[in-house]
């Protein structure tokens, strides 16, 4: 297959992929845009995967290129994935900056539970659930198998007053991490520019 030819397949993958979505692209909420969980990973997916493939092309010296593999087995795959998310969680558990347990804040609005603390009760358990849905999320976004059976992101951080500082501090967390895991610069970029995305479902107080 030539790469002219190559190129219009992708092409045709990814126009049937946005008729398919019956125009909900405009209509996005949160982390689900389709109203259907599984549909939205499946897709969702499926288009991390078509964006990460370089169309194998002839290079000088006639041989063809290596097709770039997804950033999901750039960092390792699930296994890498999960030493990504062990070590960041734990830095930023500690990071006085991130607050993720939520120390000292109150729930705003006119809602019967104004004023009642949103801190988040840390034990074994809940540190463990966190992490697995963070490695769900971060598989599910660079291109790897696709289920996550967390909370919507918008919703799972609505009234909990996330700071642009704080998720600036987290990030920060997160590079800490991928230099200490020797991840190349390429593949750090891509996947900060990842989480950075998720910063307007998650800061509240700008």
């Not at 398919?20 to 405009?26: L, S, T, V």
């Not at 970029?189 to 509240?204: A, G």
């Amino acid at each position: 297959m030539t790469s002219k030819t190559t190129n219009i397949v992708l092409s045709s993958i990814v126009l049937t992929l946005i008729a398919g979505c019956g125009g909900q692209a405009e209509k996005k909420r949160g982390f689900f845009t389709s109203g259907s969980r599984e549909a939205d990973q499946r897709a969702d997916q499926r288009m991390a995967g078509v964006e990460q493939i370089r169309t194998p092309e002839k290079g000088g010296n006639g041989q063809t290129q290596e097709v770039q593999k997804s950033l999901y087995d750039r960092l390792g795959g699930d296994e890498g994935v999960k030493l990504i998310v062990e070590d960041f969680v734990n830095r930023a558990l500690e990071d006085p900056i991130v607050n993720w347990e939520r120390k000292g804040v109150k729930r705003g609005g006119m809602s019967l539970k104004r004023g009642a603390s949103v801190e988040w009760k840390r034990d074994d358990a809940s540190v463990e659930q966190l992490k697995k849905h963070i490695v769900q999320l971060l598989t599910l976004k660079t291109g790897g198998p696709s289920f996550y059976d967390g909370k919507e992101m918008k919703a799972a951080h609505t009234g909990m007053h996330i700071t642009n500082a704080e998720f600036d501090a987290a990030v920060g967390d997160l590079k800490a991490t991928l230099d200490n895991k020797k991840v190349p610069v390429k593949e750090q970029k891509e996947l900060i520019s990842i989480v950075e995305s998720t910063r307007t479902q998650i800061v509240e107080d700008r």
